[in-house]
């Protein structure tokens, strides 16, 4: 089944601890995505990546962190969690064309809770 | 900057027609639509392209006037399972083929 996996779904951690968040795609899929959903703000974009070794920012890319060594696979990464960053994470991937033309699959979605 | 999406939020009775507008202060390749139902991911509905026709499927479609940046969904007769929060996305013509940006949502309850 064509699917994009993110892990944990859910995680409470301390400020400062740092932290990764997985997200894994089967559909060798070159676009891939970080979102975050807060009540009111609909979904920012963190980070995305448009081919291996090859990333960007998006509109809140401030305290995050991303990698992209491998195709199937891109790692959120929390270096040092602070209680904003306390939110609903998805990652999402697009076919090679991109996702201007065939949009984004999402993962489930991982709930994050910064204590 | 975000598009701006309206209603916030809408409320029918199964078999009522509703539309949902998109709005944007900049010049845009294409615009998508998303449905996400409460405690799951957004699911890709529609995406439109300049120069695109009008996309739809069933019930549910959507429009594109470019001129004005702005984007409506329509959806005809609605049906219990049209419930949850619509987005819309847009990616524009300069910053970025690969930057979706996406509007706060309109939130969609259908009653019998």
């Known amino acids: 089944e064509a699917q994009v996996t993110q892990n944990p779904r859910y995680l409470i951690t301390v400020t400062g601890k740092k932290l990764t968040v997985t997200c894994s795609q089967n559909?060798?899929?070159?676009?891939m995505s970080w979102y975050r959903q807060d009540p009111g703000l609909g979904l920012r974009q963190i980070y995305y990546?448009?081919?291996?070794?090859?990333?960007d920012k998006g509109d809140v890319p401030e305290g995050y962190k991303v990698s992209r060594k491998e195709k199937r696979n891109f790692p959120l990464i929390l270096e040092s969690p602070s209680p904003n960053q306390t939110s609903l994470y998805f990652c999402?991937?697009?076919?090679?064309?991109?996702?201007?033309?065939?949009?984004?699959?999402f993962g489930s979605g991982t709930r994050l809770t910064v204590v | 900057q975000q598009p701006v999406q309206s209603p916030q939020a809408v409320i029918l009775r199964e078999g009522e027609d509703a539309v949902i507008n998109c709005s944007s202060s900049k010049a845009l390749y294409s615009v998508h639509w998303y449905r996400q139902k409460h405690g799951e991911a957004p699911v890709f509905l529609m995406i439109l392209l300049k120069g695109g026709e009008q996309k739809g499927h069933e019930k549910i479609s959507a429009s594109f006037n470019e001129k004005k940046q702005q984007s409506s969904l329509y959806l005809t007769a609605s049906q219990l399972s049209y419930s949850g929060t619509y987005f819309c996305g847009t990616v524009g013509l300069s910053g970025g083929y690969n930057k979706l940006i996406f509007g706060a949502g309109t939130r969609l309850a259908v009653h019998p």
């Open positions: 999402a991937s697009s076919s090679d064309r991109g996702p201007q033309y065939y949009g984004y699959t």
């Open positions: 559909m060798n899929h070159e676009y």
């Open positions: 990546s448009m081919n291996v070794e090859v990333t």
